[in-house]
């Protein structure tokens, strides 16, 4: 960890970019005659250090966000190592051999192709503790099984691997705890002085077992819940939208389309807000699981006002293709294409507009009510990423178009009530983890393309790519879609 990381609190709720990803393991044990529980926080160590420390890594903009930082830090630096499906081997003593062990090198373009990679967003997705009060550091907080550490480290060692794990009861006096206080890196122990994370575990532990917490939906129209890459990589979008949006003590789900189980009126009537980010389908297609998407959304416009709706591409497309008096159709606008040779892509991409572009924002948008309360200060145009081939052409007089641009007439909307929020682009997305995600050896896109240097070549292509694009106003875009989702 940084020592020289200074935390700042939050002055306000407002959308914060995380620039420093940090996770502790935690367990509580029973203490003496079952009185209050002991929190134990496990630490590790490598050869490279004297001290034990917890996990951390800066977020970069290539990750995107903190969920995506921590995965590939993991992944990078304990490949099939430290993650949920080895831990409990080790809390069984099950006897873990070599070949069972990933030892190979994690590079950047290898990380979509990678379980332990996955493993990790999974778990951080999973609607884990975190404190996420600090103004550029998040703090995510993982339940580890009951561990023979001794066992445990024998295992690392016969298996050479270079960690160590070391459990100590959390205690942030340290005065009383002079005898292993010298064991912890300095910057943990600042840390430790900052807050009370035992208080802290606790409380978020409560209310969830009570169900007190803010539910957000998000729906996948995608065919099934494949736990890989699939051609476009949508299954990735529960980590990014937790990653950016995501605070301590509200709840998370993620709901695929494909599996015809869609949010019932018991769910809806606790959920805060559902979101419908984008898909290699389109909104107009005929398949029964976009049929009954469609028939959902009907229903829920209709019967469940109080509840807030994200559109964000396709969220926004198969919206207004739901309602009677909307419309999405193709595109006709040709040559907005900047991602790689028309050759290498299907006639499906033709008409797609794949740039950042400017939107060109109405005045009066500045006056929306959540618009005021973000941090985001009125402007002419925005950068944005875009990634579609159809344009919403109708839509009804309870909604207001607030963006435009050169490829898409009508490009951000608004309802009047303030319930919808709809973008024809990509707010959630910057150039850097975009390109990171499109160029790895999974996409059978960029294996078509000739190599000779693997890792030159897509060191070059996404270098390449990230130079055709500018860069998108994407913390300002995150910012307008927070204040949205927590007021």
């Given amino acids: 960890m940084d020592t020289e990381i200074v935390y ?26 079952n009185n209050e529980d002991n929190l134990n926080i496990t630490l590790i160590k490598t050869s490279k250090s004297n001290t034990f420390n917890c996990i951390s890594t800066q977020v970069t903009d290539y990750d995107g966000n903190s969920i ?60 884990v503790i975190q404190y996420d009060e600090f103004e550029n550091e998040i703090i995510y907080f993982i339940e580890t099984p009951e561990l023979d550490l001794e066992y445990t480290n024998s295992q690392f060692k016969s298996l050479n691997i270079d960690l160590e794990l070391n459990s100590f009861e959390y205690n942030f006096n340290e005065d009383e705890n002079k005898n292993f206080i010298n064991k912890f890196e300095p910057s943990l122990l600042h840390l430790l ?56 003590n509200e709840k998370w789900l993620y709901i695929i389309a494909g599996d015809l189980n869609f949010p019932d009126a018991n769910l809806l009537a606790k959920t805060k807000c559902v979101i419908i980010p984008g898909s290699h389908l389109k909104s107009y297609d005929v398949v029964d699981f ?22 964000l591409c396709f969220g926004s497309q ?42 060109t924002i109405t005045d009066d948008f500045w ?4 618009v005021k309360m973000s941090d985001v200060k009125p402007t002419k145009t925005l950068k944005i990423h875009q990634m579609h081939g159809d344009e919403i052409t109708k839509y009804g007089k309870e909604f207001k178009v607030y963006a435009s641009s050169e490829s898409c007439k009508n ?13 024809q682009g990509h707010p959630e997305y910057q ?57």
């Fill in 8 to 33: 700042e609190k939050s002055k306000n709720n407002h959308y914060k970019y995380f620039k420093t990803a940090i996770l502790i393991f935690y367990k509580f044990n029973k203490g003496i005659d």
């Fill in 68 to 127: 995506f930082a921590l995965a590939r830090f993991f992944a990078q630096n304990f490949n099939g190592v430290l993650n949920s499906s080895l831990l409990d081997k080790f809390a069984r003593k099950t006897v873990v051999e070599a070949k069972e062990i990933n030892y190979e090198k994690v590079e950047w373009y290898n990380l979509w192709d990678n379980s332990t990679f996955y493993s990790w967003l999974e778990t951080l997705s999973n609607n």
């Fill in 193 to 248: 002085k900052l807050f009370d994370f035992k208080s802290h575990i606790s409380e978020s532990l409560n209310l969830i077992k009570l169900d007190k917490l803010d539910y957000y939906i998000i729906i996948g129209c995608k065919p099934q819940a494949e736990n890989k890459l699939d051609q476009a990589g949508f299954f990735h979008f529960p980590s990014l939208l937790q990653g950016h949006y995501r605070r301590n």
């Fill in 290 to 311: 976009l049929n009954k998407t469609r028939e959902w959304i009907r229903n829920f416009n209709e019967n469940f006002k109080k509840v807030k709706y994200l559109g």
């Fill in 318 to 359: 198969i919206f207004f293709n739901s309602l009677e008096d909307g419309l999405c159709e193709k595109n006709n606008i040709k040559n907005h294409n900047e991602f790689i040779n028309v050759e290498f892509l299907d006639k499906h991409f033709e008409h797609f507009v794949i740039k950042t572009e400017t939107i």
């Fill in 367 to 370: 006056d929306v009510p959540f």
């Fill in 411 to 423: 490009e951000v909307f608004v309802s009047t009530d303030n319930r919808y929020f709809l973008f």
């Fill in 431 to 487: 150039r850097e983890f975009n390109f990171s995600r499109i160029c790895n050896s999974n996409n059978k896109l960029m294996n078509m393309l000739p190599k000779e240097n693997i890792k030159e070549f897509y060191d070059s292509k996404r270098k390449e790519l990230i130079d055709k694009f500018e860069k998108e106003d994407s913390i300002p875009l995150r910012s307008l879609c927070f204040s949205f989702l927590k007021n």
